[in-house]
């Protein structure tokens, strides 16, 4: 079931949103050459507590960090280490879920480590742009899930060959980090296709491959890398849908 969310339920997501699109930012001050994935971790979770939110990343289904940090050719749910050390021309996705006073919200940047490649720097341009087709997709009237799916995947893929993950989506966000609907980054007939209604709020969420979408799972059973050892991307909003189209709840 789709749990649609009032004014203020909706006001309240945006305050946790606002504590988490500061630590965002906070990240970009700190990521160097040289800082390990623990440190931007712990600089995380200091800021999230420290402003009165739960990182809930924390201990869901047993994920042991504040954060998701992950590095090149990992996609997502990248677990922080003291023996990771980012160097220049790496890139670095790091995905945060904040509560605050009961409320949930998502997001999601991929930061580059110094200078990165031109065709580094171009796969981190067109997944962010992917977010945001995404997001243009939903203020569409009488636009459904799907719209966000193709817009990604017309952007990523058709626009300019890259991957599209599969095996991983967007979510209904808010009272619980993952709730219904699916936000699939391509477009399924199996996967259900509601139109979008005023009170939904949902994590919408590009995982980008500069190669094959196909992805694996390290044996820790939470890394999730590229199959082909090429580069990924990741950006993520929370966003709700309103009477008057669509706010984003994770952007200052
Ligand atoms: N933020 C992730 C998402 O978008 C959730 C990570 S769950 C964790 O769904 F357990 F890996 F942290
Ligand atoms: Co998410």
């Known amino acids: 079931m789709i749990q649609l969310k009032n004014r203020h339920e909706i006001d309240k997501i945006r305050e946790s949103g606002k504590v988490l699109a500061e630590c965002l930012l906070t990240l970009d001050e700190v990521i160097r050459p040289g800082i390990t994935t623990y440190d931007v971790d712990r600089i995380a979770h200091e800021f999230i507590t420290s402003h009165g939110g739960i990182p809930s990343c924390l201990g869901y289904c ?3 960090n504040a954060t998701c940090t992950s590095v090149n050719d990992v996609v997502i749910h990248g677990i922080p280490s ?8 790496d890139i670095i996705s790091v ?20 200078k990165v490649s031109p065709e580094v720097h171009k796969l981190n341009v067109v997944t962010r742009e992917c ?9 569409k009237r009488n636009a459904r899930i799907s719209d966000i799916a193709s ?10 060959g ?26 399924s007939p199996l996967i259900p296709n509601p139109r979008l209604k005023p009170g939904m709020v949902l994590a919408v969420e590009p995982m980008i491959n500069m190669g094959t979408w196909k ?10 890398k590229t199959a082909d050892g090429r580069p990924a991307c990741h950006w993520e909003h929370t966003i709700a849908i309103t009477d008057d189209g669509v706010e984003v709840l994770t952007e200052l």
């Open 131 to 139: 977010l945001y087709r995404g997001i243009d997709a939903a203020r």
């Open 151 to 160: 817009a990604v995947f017309k952007h990523a893929f058709s626009e300019n």
């Open 62 to 64: 047993g994920y042991p």
């Open 162 to 187: 890259y991957g599209v993950v599969r095996d991983y989506t967007g979510h209904g966000v808010g009272f619980d980090l993952h709730e219904e609907p699916e936000v699939p980054n391509y477009v």
């Open 215 to 224: 992805i694996r799972t390290m044996k820790d059973g939470w890394t999730v």
């Open 82 to 89: 003291k023996h990771l050390v980012l160097n220049e021309g």
């Open 95 to 114: 995905d945060i879920c904040v509560t605050l006073d009961g409320f949930v919200s998502d997001s999601t940047r991929t930061y580059e480590v110094g």
